[in-house]
């Protein structure tokens, strides 16, 4: 079977586009999680329901139909209800309201049993904040991204602005800041490193370097 690799780490760490190219080189399926998790609250959102409210966000889970292709490219195309919402799970608003909805452990417990299923056939590169630690502890290879603050700001900066949303780095870092929070403190798998993941402080490397890095470790090259 083939290797499965878990790549964890905070908003903006640049986890999407490492474990895309890194799984592209390897010959591996990619899976972003944290677009399970916008597909959902882009869901309640449309439905208006409650995002506070773990009982409603549990019946909403289990009444869509979410379903995740990869294309020619390895980028992960997202269905919600039949409908392509790849793009607009990407939108601020879905920014700012996805760390309530993932908080949910109703919502975890569905989204966490479809990924154990997608990762129980081997050969993915999947990212989230769990996936070392409780989706595939099992993992062949586990990595932890990071980097401060400020970079990770930027990056969702440039990010947004190549769609045209302007924003300031102040009002980003306080963004990013209050869903690391979140991410961090909620009851039911909160964002840490696996003990056994290797830590990758990216501040200063480019992207190219990170995939370089863990294609390395996988290829036991290094
Ligand atoms: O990686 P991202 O920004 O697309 O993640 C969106 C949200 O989902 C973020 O608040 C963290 C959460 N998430 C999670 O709790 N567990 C995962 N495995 C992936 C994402």
Redesign the pocket.
């Known amino acids: 079977m083939k290797p499965s690799i878990a790549i964890d780490g905070p908003?903006g760490a640049g986890?999407?586009t490492v474990a895309r190219e890194a799984a592209a080189r390897l010959g591996l399926t990619y899976l972003?999680?944290?677009?399970?998790?916008?597909a959902i609250t882009l869901a309640a959102l449309r439905r208006g329901t409650d995002i506070h409210d773990a009982k409603s966000l549990d019946a909403l889970t289990k009444a869509v139909d979410l379903d995740i292709q990869n294309d020619s490219s390895g980028q992960n195309i997202i269905f919600l209800d039949g409908e392509n919402v790849t793009e607009e799970i990407r939108l601020p608003v879905i920014?700012r309201n996805?760390?309530f909805v993932?908080?949910c452990p109703q919502v975890?417990e569905i989204l966490v049993d479809k990924?154990r299923q997608i990762g129980s056939r081997g050969g993915v590169v999947m990212?989230?904040?769990?996936?070392g630690t409780k989706?595939m502890p099992f993992a062949e290879f586990k990595f932890f991204l990071n980097a401060s603050l400020a970079e990770r700001s930027r990056r969702r900066m440039a990010e947004l602005s190549a769609k045209g949303e302007e924003f300031e780095l102040e009002q980003m870092m306080k963004e990013i800041a209050a869903?690391d929070k979140?991410?961090s403190e909620r009851v039911v798998?909160p964002?840490r490193s696996a003990e056994d993941a290797v830590c990758l402080d990216t501040t200063l490397m480019t992207i190219e370097a990170v995939v370089d890095a863990i294609v390395r470790a996988v290829r036991g090259e290094e």
Do not use: E, F
């Open positions: 908003a986890k999407s972003d999680t944290g677009a399970m998790y916008r920014n996805v760390s993932a908080r975890r990924q990212d989230g904040r769990d996936i989706v869903r979140i991410d798998a964002l």
